[in-house]
Antibody, heavy 122, light 110 residues
Framework: EVQLVESGGGLVQPGRSLRLSCAAS????????MHWVRQAPGKGLEWVSG????????DYADSVKGRFTISRDNAKNSLYLQMNSLRAEDTALYYC???????????????WGQGTLVTVSS | SYVLTQPPSVSVAPGKTARITCGGN??????VHWYQQKPGQAPVLVIYYDSDRPSGIPERFSGSNSGNTATLTISRVEAGDEADYYCQVWDSSSDHPEGVFGGGTKLTVL
């Protein structure tokens, strides 16, 4: 059974940093691209970032480019999101999502975690 | 960047057919994927590549895509289908590919 478990969320002040983690199990992690998708309270889904199976291809939404860094450790079956210079508008539930292919091509998300909540407030 | 437009809400009586649209410029040339999200839960993929259903998704769920509109159709709607539905594409038209979601449609079963 595919399982994605996010952690690392919490309350953080504007301008500070936070690192999210996603522990994957139930599938061969390094065969698949992985993504972060977020959802602000009461709002819709927003794609944040994606990384190919080996980290060779990475993409970001314009809203986070230059502030967020996605990475993965295939030996640990883990996905990460380093979030710097956080803003109030980054407040959201952050989902880890698995893609059905190795590359960032025609991506969709076939499995999702339950999310970790990030609140940016002073 | 590419924009997907969904109606905020759709209402349907039990046993009837619900159609949720997703509009985008020449969306028929892209692959469209659909997700169902119930309150307090993570999204679930219900349709991928316009019209394919993942295992475990009822045949009542179907999809189509042509021209400037993609459509998710739910036949014989049940109370348990009440949820938010999102369409999604992968936009590779610019120098940096990105995932794009529609704003979501709340399906209400009357």
């Amino acid at each position: 059974e595919v399982q994605l478990v996010e952690s690392g969320g919490g309350l953080v002040q504007p301008g500070r940093s936070l690192r999210l983690s996603c522990a994957a199990s139930g599938f061969t992690f390094d065969d698949y691209a992985m993504h972060w998708v977020r959802q602000a309270p009461g709002k819709g889904l927003e794609w944040v970032s994606g990384i190919s199976w080996n980290g060779g291809s990475i993409d970001y939404a314009d809203s986070v480019k230059g502030r967020f860094t996605i990475s993965r450790d295939n030996a640990k079956n883990s996905l990460y999101l380093q979030m710097n210079s956080l803003r109030a508008e980054d407040t959201a539930l952050y989902y880890c999502a698995k893609a059905p292919s190795a590359q960032l091509v025609r991506c969709y998300f076939d499995y999702w975690g339950q999310g970790t909540l990030v609140t940016v407030s002073s | 960047s590419y924009v997907l437009t969904q109606p905020p809400s759709v209402s349907v009586a039990p046993g009837k057919t619900a159609r949720i649209t997703c509009g985008g410029n020449n969306i028929g040339s892209k692959s469209v994927h659909w997700y169902q999200q119930k309150p307090g839960q993570a999204p679930v993929l219900v349709i991928y590549y316009d019209s394919d259903r993942p295992s475990g998704i009822p045949e009542r769920f179907s999809g189509s895509n042509s021209g400037n509109t993609a459509t998710l159709t739910i036949s014989r709607v049940e109370a348990g289908d009440e949820a938010d539905y999102y369409c999604q594409v992968w936009d590779s038209s610019s120098d940096h590919p990105e995932g794009v979601f529609g704003g979501g449609t709340k399906l209400t079963v009357l």
